[in-house]
């Protein structure tokens, strides 16, 4: 099982720039298909971002493609989503995740996009 320490988020005007971190620990991360999930207010969590395992293909979801980068380092276990161009609806906690996503979920970093 992989565990998960996601970080970065904060508050940060429509416009602006975030980029998450995800360390992960555990049985070998470079075996895994990671994603970035969001949990909106009032809503359940959605995957929002994928990258494969190696050379990195990636997934995203309409809402955020163009806009949103997913990267991961294997050898500091780490997955990154660099966020640019927010807006207020990206606002939630977010998530990362093996995929299919592990039953275990880190404590997620909220991100804020004030208008």
């Known amino acids: 099982q992989v565990q998960l320490v996601e970080s970065g988020g904060g508050l940060v005007q429509a416009g602006g720039s975030l980029r998450l971190s995800c360390a992960a620990s555990?049985?070998?991360?470079?075996?895994?298909?990671m994603g970035w999930f969001r949990q909106a207010p009032g809503k359940g969590r959605v995957i929002i971002a994928t990258?494969?395992?190696?050379?990195?293909?990636?997934y995203y979801q309409d809402y955020v493609k163009g806009r949103f980068t997913i990267s991961r380092d294997n050898a500091k276990n780490t997955v990154y989503l660099q966020m640019n161009s927010l807006k207020s609806e990206d606002t939630g906690v977010y998530y990362c995740?093996?995929?299919?996503?592990?039953?275990?979920w880190g404590q997620g970093t909220q991100v804020t996009v004030s208008s």
């Open positions: 995740n093996t995929i299919p996503a592990g039953d275990y």
């Open positions: 555990g049985r070998t991360f470079s075996d895994y298909v």
């Open positions: 990258i494969n395992q190696s050379p990195g293909r990636t």
